[in-house]
């Protein structure tokens, strides 16, 4: 297979041989969190199966496209259903269509998940800012030879979560009435829940929520130096002390529940960056 920077180039020569209008933001749809493409003015949809080099998403609650259109009138490419490192591809897979997207011309990307809150003072259906992350051993995608057109070997990671995108989403949130939490994403593989002790050692290691996805995106976008903003939804609780099962039925059901509150303050922060 050719290098990661040649298939990137044909990646998006053929997005742009498709649908030529320069995207501002790029937005990845969590779990459950897919109905923000209602909020899209849809101007053109291609599947991933469709496009060279990409993964596709296998996972129920995923659909599988990149959507191009204008959100509260600005460009946008939006991934409806993301790839997971638990569905057996890459860790340099996962963070392909990030670098697709900036390769676009994206200058922000947004990002959303669903995740087990483990700070005891959330609940099922809160939102939490993501204001930084922890890796529980998940792969690092810039493991290899660094690609330098695309980042430093060893890149900074004082600040993948802009400060100045999540002082915007607290004024946004705070004008539309829509209460927030903040706090630390911790990444795990899966695709197994936790155990009752691991979340407690998520919770000790300084985690306020658990998932698995965004911190192999986020890597690779701060890789590239592309500002990040992302938002949990808190889907599960896994630290408490009554029977504790969780399903993943559970976690898309509270994730489709909380959703118009993350669509309506991604629509506002997508405004917000024009
Ligand atoms: N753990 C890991 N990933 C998750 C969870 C969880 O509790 N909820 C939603 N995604």
């Given at each position: ?48 199966h469709?496009i ?5 998403s ?19 490419v ?29 200058g922000?990307l ?36 660094n ?31 829509i ?56 889907t ?39």
């Amino acid at each position: 297979m050719s290098g990661l920077l040649e298939r990137l180039r044909e990646t998006t020569g053929f997005i742009q041989s498709q649908y030529n209008t320069r995207p501002k933001v790029g937005i990845v749809l969590g779990s459950g969190l897919g109905n923000f493409i209602n909020e899209i003015s849809v101007e053109k949809e291609i599947r991933y199966h469709d496009i060279p080099h990409f993964p596709v998403s296998t996972v129920e609650g995923h659909t599988g496209k990149l959507i191009f259109g204008k959100a509260g009138g600005v460009d946008i490419v939006a991934m409806a259903g993301r790839f997971h490192f638990y569905e057996g591809y890459s860790a340099e897979e996962v963070a392909f269509p990030i670098r697709v997207m900036k390769f676009l011309g994206i200058g922000t990307l947004l990002i959303s998940n669903a995740a087990g809150g483990v700070n005891s003072g959330f609940k099922v259906g809160d939102l939490m800012l993501i204001t930084d992350h922890i890796s529980f051993f998940v792969p690092n995608p810039l493991l290899g030879k660094n690609v330098a057109e695309l980042g430093a070997r060893f890149p900074d990671m004082s600040e993948p979560y802009k400060k100045h995108l999540i002082a915007k989403a607290k004024e946004i949130a705070d004008i539309l009435g829509i209460p927030l939490q903040e706090g630390v994403y911790c990444g795990v593989t899966g695709p197994t829940f936790e155990t009752r002790s691991e979340y407690k050692l998520i919770q000790k290691l300084g985690g306020d929520a658990v998932g698995m996805s965004t911190v192999q995106e986020v890597i690779a976008a701060a890789h590239m130096g592309l500002p990040v903003f992302a938002i949990s939804v808190i889907t599960d609780i896994g630290v408490r002390e009554e029977e504790n099962i969780i399903t993943h039925e559970e976690v898309l059901q509270a994730a489709k529940d909380s959703e118009p509150k993350l669509s309506a303050i991604f629509i506002e922060m997508v405004k917000a960056l024009c």
